[in-house]
C-alpha cells in the first residue's frame, strides 16, 4: 500500500498568514493526488485535484503543487474559514489512502 | 443539484451487523463508481473499499475483507455497505464518495454524503 506522510501534523497561524503542507508519498504516484478540507461535524470537501487544479468554487489562495512523491497545499493568506483539518489522498491505486491529517488552528 | 444523502445514525451492539444506504442523485449513477470511507472518533479518514455502480465488481481494504459487503441498487441509484461482526472499534463516522467507474486512477472525491454515524455499545 502507498503511505502518505503529512507535515506538519498540527499549525499555529494567524489570519492573513501564508501557510504550506506538504505531503510525501511512499512511492510515485504521478500527480493523482487531491487536497480536502474538513471541518467538525461535516464531510471532507474537494480543494484540489490533479495535484494542482483548483476544484470549481474554491478560492484562489488555495495552491497545490507537486508530482510524483512531493506535493504541497500552499494557502497564501488565511482567512478565518480556513480553520480546519486539511488532509491529502492518492488515487493512483488501490487502496485509495490518505496522510494523516494537519489541524491548522488560529494563533 | 449532484448529491449523495445517507441513511441515518444507527447503534448496535458488538457482533452485530449495520446496513448504510448512499442514494445518488443529479447524475448517471452507472457512470461512476461509489467509495466507502470511515472515521473513528477524533481520528482521520479511512479507506473501507470501492462499488462500480455498473456491474458491482468490488475492492475491500484487506483489513475488512470478510466483514464487509458493498452492493448497488441501479434501480433506486442507491449504494449499500454492510459490515458485520461489529465491535467497537467500528464506532465511525461512514461517509460514501463518488469515485471511477473502473479500477483506474482518479482525480477525487468529487461528491460526499454527509455521514452516518455508527456506534457499537453493548
Known amino acids: 500500500d502507498i503511505q502518505l506522510t503529512q507535515s506538519p501534523s498540527f499549525l499555529s497561524a494567524s489570519v492573513g498568514d501564508r501557510v504550506t503542507i506538504t505531503c510525501r508519498a511512499s512511492q510515485g504516484i504521478s500527480s493523482y493526488l487531491a487536497w480536502y478540507q474538513q471541518k467538525p461535524g461535516k464531510a471532507p470537501k474537494l480543494l484540489i485535484y490533479?495535484?494542482?487544479t483548483l476544484q470549481s468554487g474554491v478560492p484562489s489562495r488555495f495552491s497545490g503543487t507537486g508530482s510524483g512523491t512531493e506535493f504541497t497545499l500552499t494557502i497564501s493568506s488565511l482567512q478565518p474559514e480556513d480553520f480546519a483539518t486539511y488532509y491529502c489522498?492518492?488515487?493512483?491505486?488501490?487502496?485509495?489512502?490518505f496522510g494523516q491529517g494537519t489541524k491548522v488552528e488560529i494563533k | 443539484q449532484v448529491q449523495l444523502v445517507q441513511s441515518g445514525a444507527e447503534v448496535k451492539k458488538p457482533g452485530a451487523s449495520v446496513k448504510v444506504s448512499c442514494k445518488a442523485s443529479?447524475?448517471?449513477?452507472?457512470?461512476?463508481?461509489i467509495s466507502w470511507v470511515r472515521q473513528a472518533p477524533g481520528q482521520g479518514l479511512e479507506w473501507m473499499g470501492w462499488?462500480?455502480?455498473?456491474?458491482?465488481?468490488?475492492k475491500y481494504a484487506q483489513k475488512l475483507q470478510g466483514r464487509v459487503t458493498m452492493t448497488t441498487d441501479t434501480s433506486t441509484s442507491t449504494a449499500y455497505m454492510e459490515l458485520r461482526s461489529l465491535r467497537s472499534d467500528d464506532t465511525a463516522v461512514y461517509y460514501c464518495a463518488r469515485d471511477v467507474l473502473t479500477m483506474i486512477p482518479a482525480m477525487a472525491f468529487d461528491i460526499w454524503g454527509q455521514g452516518t454515524m455508527v456506534t457499537v455499545s453493548s
Open positions: 443529479g447524475y448517471s449513477f452507472t457512470t461512476y463508481g
Open positions: 462499488i462500480s455502480a455498473y456491474n458491482g465488481n468490488t
Open positions: 490533479a495535484a494542482s
Open positions: 489522498q492518492q488515487l493512483n491505486n488501490y487502496p485509495r489512502t
